[in-house]
């Protein structure tokens, strides 16, 4: 058969109840619209464009649900957030919505899609009035567009597609370099000092029960006590690294120059010609 359900793109839809994210992802998967009631629970539809496989997995939008969210966020390749572009009134409510889902360090880079929806009703809001309400100009950690449409007409819904398979096609690589690049310390920066201070406090016990003499000919490098100031250096440089890495594949991103994934380590190749391997 075809593709695993793995391979497909994991897409969470996230909006107020009522921004109309069922009737959007019913117009997307193209099944019929029945009558809507609230969604109580996850909503998983399937559908494919661009021979990529795409998983929309609807979290239901009223108030209780709201905190279950973060339990979806693991393993999320896209974000999708509805807002109901007709309804200034809960346009502060969605800002704050939104904001609390982008603060969770699990979707640091995941890429936004703002689809600012019921553009088909006369007292819309134009995307640059919604990027002010929303705020969406703080947005730094990420690459975001906002997009408006209607699930009613369907007006707009295939131009923020192909923003988003855009995105999709970039893969985690690109995700992961932006989270890296707008935060100070990522998670892999502190799992890799944790690593390190771990070793440290090893040596300390065990030269604390001195066991830590006589190591100095056969003991070998391996065993060597770490200092605080060996681990800063080491960090430093490693980190150094990662961070170089990243903030070469967003320069490159930012100037539209295509680069890709090869085997060794983290490799970036521009154009078929250039390469440049970090390991
Ligand atoms: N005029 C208009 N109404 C819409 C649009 N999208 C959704 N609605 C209506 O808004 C209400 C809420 O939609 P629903 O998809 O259930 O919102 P959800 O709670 O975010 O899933 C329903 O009555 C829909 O018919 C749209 O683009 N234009
Ligand atoms: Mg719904």
Not at 210 to 225: I, N, R, T, Y
Not at 242 to 256: G, K, Q
């Amino acid at each position: 058969m075809g593709g695993t359900q793995s391979a497909a793109k994991r897409i969470l839809v996230l909006g107020l109840d009522g921004a109309g994210k069922t009737a959007l992802v019913q117009t997307i998967v193209q099944e019929q619209i029945d009558t809507l009631f609230p969604t109580q629970g996850l909503k998983i539809n399937f559908t494919a464009r661009e021979g990529i496989r795409l998983a929309f997995w609807e979290l239901p939008g009223l108030p209780q649900f709201r905190p279950q969210w973060q339990g979806y966020y693991d393993g999320v390749d896209m974000m999708v957030f509805v807002v109901d572009g007709a309804n200034p009134k809960r346009m502060l409510e969605a800002r704050l919505t939104l904001k609390t889902v982008l603060h969770s360090p699990v979707v640091t880079g995941v890429p936004l899609l703002v689809f600012a929806n019921k553009c088909d009703r006369v007292n819309k809001r134009s995307p640059p009035q919604i990027v002010n309400l929303m705020k969406l100009g703080d947005i730094r950690d990420r690459h975001w567009y906002i997009q408006a449409c209607s699930a009613t007409t369907g007006e707009g819904i295939d131009a923020g597609l192909e923003w988003l398979l855009t995105e999709l096609k970039k893969g985690k690589l690109a995700a992961n370099a932006r989270a890296v690049t707008s935060r100070e310390v990522t998670r892999r920066h502190r799992d890799m000092l944790a690593e390190m201070v771990a070793g440290y406090n090893k040596g300390s016990e065990r030269d604390a029960a001195g066991e830590g003499e006589g190591e100095g000919e056969g003991g070998g490098e391996e065993d060597a006590l770490l200092t605080l100031r060996d681990i800063q250096l080491r960090f430093e440089k490693q980190s150094g690294v990662l961070y170089a890495a990243s903030c070469l594949i967003v320069a490159l991103e930012e100037r539209e120059i295509p680069w890709k994934k090869v085997e060794v380590g983290v490799c970036v190749r521009v154009g078929g010609r250039v390469g440049c391997a970090l390991k």
